[in-house]
């Protein structure tokens, strides 16, 4: 499989750390006031890969909103190194929802192409760079098709190779492969590990797969149910790179399983 060309690093100076402090969010309407987010903090070093997990409606949308710039915290403020995410940020925060947002009036290509046009990489680059990374999710024959062309699998696999092209200091995934197969799933997990591997740098990824959630991250981030608060932090200690053998191992059942007691008790 072909593994993407990315180069630009910045480790190690903390840049990009992400800081969530004290945030809440309600959001109000006819019906009521709704208390999604309560009082979170939590901060994650740059290069880290965090899960979020919990039950639906605990807030995990809504704090990964935050996060990106589109939804402003009720209180509490998120920061990504000292500066306040207030806005989206295309150049520093990829975004990857469950789902897909593609422009309707750009191919498959020209959609992965297109943070990176923003950016200012060259043409030439940032073909290659979108080329190779469809090819990565399976999409070598539909480079050219427009949204409307693809399936809803499809569509997704897209928004992944756009998230993963973007090459962002932040990269936050929301349930990115809840509507794929069981088979491209798991392989999506590995090259999002092998391109997280290789750059290191932030990222912040929800699921409901619990399994997903030990085999990739660094650190599984616990909510209870609504309004959203932290359960706990588990350190997933488990050797890298991480392997499918692994999870028949002893310790990823027993990580697995401490994850869904906390969820399964609620508090
Ligand atoms: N824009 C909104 N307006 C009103 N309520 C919302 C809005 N977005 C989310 N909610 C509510 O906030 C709570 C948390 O939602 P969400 O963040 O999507 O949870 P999760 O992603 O964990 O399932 C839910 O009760 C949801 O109905
Ligand atoms: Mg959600």
Redesign the pocket.
Known sequence: MKRSGISKTNWGNGVSDLHVRNVTQR?S?ALGE?H?VDDVSFSVAQGKFVGLV?P????????LLMMAGLLTPTEGKILLGNEEIVAPRPQEIGVVFQESSLLPWKTALENVEFPLKLRGVPQAERQARAIGMLELVGLKDFVHRFPHELSGGMKQRVSIARGFCQDSDLLLMDEPFAALDEQTRMTLGDELLAIWEKHKKTAVF?THSLTEAVYLCDEVIIMGV?P?RILKRLEIDLPRPRTYTMMATERFGQLRNEIWELIRMGH
């Open positions: 959001f309407s709704v999604a919990g639906s409606g605990c807030g995990k949308s809504s704090l929800v609504r959203g």
